[in-house]
């Protein structure tokens, strides 16, 4: 997978070759229904942004509830789909010639990176992350966008839907659920058997103290 930073070819770039494969092209902010259905039923939305840079390549940037930058590769034809079958929104785009002059691939990293660490259903959300990058990669000000939903997301934490966003689906976090999975039944099993010999012990004092009441 792609990490939240560093690639390599980046280091090379000096800031005034106009025609660098990582410049961006296109700003994307984009929403999609949360994946916990009582969050999305409340109306909840994930946000991520989609860049586009001039080597052609889209890549969505996201925080997730794990509270670290995810960043991965796409096809623009999965977002179109997204689009097409009303599972994303595209909410804003800024082109080259809205963005600030000479915007860089690692310059965004860069700004993401701060929103790195705790996840907080309202006050370090995916949104605040998207909108962060989007005001400061924008060169108007009135291209520059609010916090989405931050009343929404208040009472979602006043009420402690708290990871109510998309979790990353990583093969590490798969094992980690089969493996939680695992532990689940071995507590339920360990349930069933502590109930089982409280039953019985109860079962038991019951028959003593009915003979001692012969006694």
């Not at 410049?23 to 942004?49: C, D, M, Y």
């Not at 595209?90 to 860069?110: C, D, E, G, M, Q």
């Not at 099993?189 to 028959?207: D, G, N, P, Q, S």
């Amino acid at each position: 997978g792609m990490g939240a930073g560093q690639s390599g070819s980046d280091v090379s770039i000096v800031s005034s070759e106009p025609e660098s494969p990582t410049r961006v092209e296109r700003i994307e902010f984009w929403t999609e229904p949360l994946k916990n259905p009582v969050a999305a039923a409340a109306g909840g939305l994930h946000s991520f942004l989609a860049i586009r840079t001039q080597d052609r390549k889209t890549r969505i940037l996201e925080k997730l509830v794990d509270g670290l930058i995810h960043e991965r590769e796409v096809m623009r034809s999965e977002l179109v789909y997204k689009r097409m079958k009303k599972a994303a929104s595209l909410v804003k785009s800024a082109h080259k010639s809205s963005l600030r002059p000479n915007l860089k691939l690692r310059t965004i990293r860069r700004w993401a990176k701060r929103h790195r660490g705790d996840y907080d259903v309202h006050s370090a959300n995916c949104h605040r992350m998207s909108t962060y990058v989007w005001n400061l990669s924008v060169a108007e000000h009135r291209k520059r966008m609010d916090v989405p939903q931050s009343g929404l997301s208040y009472f979602a934490s006043s009420i402690g839907i708290g990871a109510s966003t998309r979790i990353a689906q990583s093969r590490k976090e798969r094992e980690k659920e089969a493996d939680g999975d695992v532990e689940w039944k071995e507590l339920r099993k360990e349930i069933k058997e502590r109930v089982e010999r409280a039953k019985k012990m109860r079962a038991e004092k019951r028959t003593e103290s009915r003979y001692l009441f012969y006694f």
